[in-house]
């Protein structure tokens, strides 16, 4: 069945590291998108990405940075993590196409920084 | 601008009892999409239902049921007896086609309910 994974499931790290979260799918879905959970603000979009070699800022994207090299991959960098950057983070994937299309979650990671 | 408002942070109530999610959105788009999501205790997010602007059919899925009313920018989710398993963190959501081609997704903060037993 297709699927979208995240990894890590949990991390912890230190202010001022280099953090990578990835995000795998096997929806050949175009589109992939990274949100990051916090109490009382919801879901809010970080970067998003249409296809390979395409990736657009979202809401709340100061400090991270996404890259897009094939259908399935889009990796989630915290250039330098601060403790504003705990969370929950969230990466998802959806059909090619318009607003429509209902958008499949990965489990999530839940990310402390210290 | 887009927004979309669940202005219920948190709803308890007993088993067997009906229950209503509110959300209210702002859009200045004619066609749009709006969604409810279902984020149980173990995270991850699950897609239950979607209404394009353009049907305002209200929709019954076994014990769940939506009510959209273009008039009032309102697309209500009722869970009717409600269970146990029914707790878990609810987001409604909304998109709409940006004259590029692309879309921008926004959700609302959610809707936490907790049904006792």
């Known amino acids: 069945d297709a699927e979208i994974t995240q990894s890590p499931r949990h991390k912890i790290t230190e202010t001022g590291r280099q953090v990578t979260l990835a995000c795998h799918q096997t929806?050949?879905?175009?589109?992939m998108f990274w949100y990051r959970q916090d109490l009382g603000h919801g879901l809010r979009l970080i970067h998003y990405?249409?296809?390979?070699?395409?990736?657009n800022k979202g809401e709340v994207s100061d400090g991270y940075s996404v890259s897009r090299s094939n259908t399935e991959d889009l990796p989630l960098t915290l250039e330098s993590a601060a403790s504003s950057q705990t969370s929950v983070y969230f990466c998802?994937?959806?059909?090619?196409?318009?607003?429509?299309?209902?958008?499949?979650f990965g489990p999530g990671t839940r990310l402390t920084v210290l | 601008a887009q927004k979309v408002t669940q202005a219920q942070t948190e709803i308890s109530v007993v088993e067997k009892e009906d229950v209503t999610l509110d959300c209210v959105y702002e859009t200045r788009d004619t066609t749009y999409y709006l969604f409810w999501y279902k984020q149980p205790p173990s995270g991850e997010l699950v897609f239950l239902i979607r209404r394009n602007s353009f049907d305002e059919q209200n929709e019954i899925s076994g014990r769940y049921s939506w009510n959209f009313q273009k008039s009032t920018s309102s697309f209500n989710f009722t869970i009717t007896a409600s269970q146990v398993v029914d707790s878990a963190v609810y987001f409604c959501?909304?998109?709409?086609?940006?004259?590029?081609?692309?879309?921008?997704?926004?959700f609302g903060t959610g809707t936490r309910l907790k049904v006792l037993a």
């Open positions: 929806w050949n879905h175009n589109n």
């Open positions: 990405s249409y296809g390979v070699q395409d990736t």
């Open positions: 959501a909304l998109s709409e086609d940006d004259t590029s081609g692309t879309y921008k997704y926004i």
């Open positions: 998802a994937s959806s059909e090619y196409g318009s607003g429509r299309n209902e958008q499949f």
